[in-house]
């Protein structure tokens, strides 16, 4: 598979490399806001860059007729957007806040957890993301996910990052040098607390998804999700 990398920076070149390894070939690799590229040699994109961009790096692919993967966070007040304009152009689009795999059997079990504690209204929620201080977005796209899945499976009616009121879920964003992303669901009463938690040790586990995504997504049409690749 021939693929276009938009952005290279931490997941473009850790991208780059499993990719590599599983027989693939990098075309092309964008690092900045080239105002025209050619996506024509390339089988599927990969868009990891920064939320600026993504929305335009998408959308050229859907012009170009090349399947993307998009991980980029940040951007997602345009999501709706960009799947409407995928349909019009009958192009083939992947977004996910976090494409390993743990994270996404991780998002299961936070549906499953928020379910069952629904009824015990002694526990409040709290989620808390770490991440490495380079990052640009706060909370993370995965902190958000989560928090949504909550609401989508509780009586939550809203998220806050740090103060939130009892109706909504707090989250807590921390900037710690290295660590490539952490995130902890916690329920605390009087007398206990239940923790979930899912530490990323590497990026590794980020880009062989989103690659395991492009090989998925090549030859089809349509706007897809992680779950749709996994389960
Ligand atoms: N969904 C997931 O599983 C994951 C998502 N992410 C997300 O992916 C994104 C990238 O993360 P990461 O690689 O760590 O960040 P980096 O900052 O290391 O890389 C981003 C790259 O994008 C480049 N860039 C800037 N402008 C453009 C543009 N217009 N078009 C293309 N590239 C551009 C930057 O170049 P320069 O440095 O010159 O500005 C940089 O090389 C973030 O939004 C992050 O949250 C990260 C990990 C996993
Ligand atoms: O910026 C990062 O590094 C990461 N970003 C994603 C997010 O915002 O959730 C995924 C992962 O946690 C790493």
Redesign the pocket.
């Known amino acids: 598979m021939k693929i276009a990398l ?7 070149k850790t991208i780059e490399r499993l990719a590599e390894k599983r027989g693939h070939e990098v075309v092309l690799r ?5 105002q025209k590229y050619d996506l024509k040699k390339a089988d599927v994109a990969i ?8 929305f ?2 998408i959308t050229s692919c859907f012009d170009q007729q090349i399947p993307v993967v998009s ?4 951007w997602l007040s345009r999501y709706n957007e960009a799947v409407k304009l995928c349909k019009e152009k009958d192009a083939a689009f992947i977004y ?5 795999l743990g ?1 996404n059997l991780f998002f299961e079990l936070n549906k499953k957890l928020a379910q069952m504690m629904n009824s015990f209204k002694e526990y409040s929620v709290d989620i808390e993301e770490i991440h490495h201080t ?4 706060a909370p ?3 902190a958000i996910s989560l928090a949504e899945q909550i609401i989508e499976n509780s009586d939550k009616k809203g998220w806050k990052l740090d103060e939130a009121s009892e109706d909504e879920i707090p989250v807590t964003a921390k900037r710690i040098e290295n660590v490539p ?1 952490t995130h902890i669901i916690s329920y605390k009463s009087e007398v206990d607390t239940i923790k979930i938690e899912h530490i990323a040790h590497s ?1 590794d586990g ?1 880009a062989l ?2 690659i395991i995504a492009a090989e998925w997504l090549k030859d089809k049409k349509g706007v897809f999700s992680m779950k749709d690749v996994l389960f």
């Open positions: 938009l952005g290279y920076g931490k997941m473009g964008i690092s900045d806001d080239v868009d990891f860059s920064i939320p600026d961009a993504a335009k790096n991980g980029t966070t940040g996910a806040s976090n494409f390993s994270v380079q990052k640009l977005d993370s796209g995965t992303g990026r980020f998804g989103a």
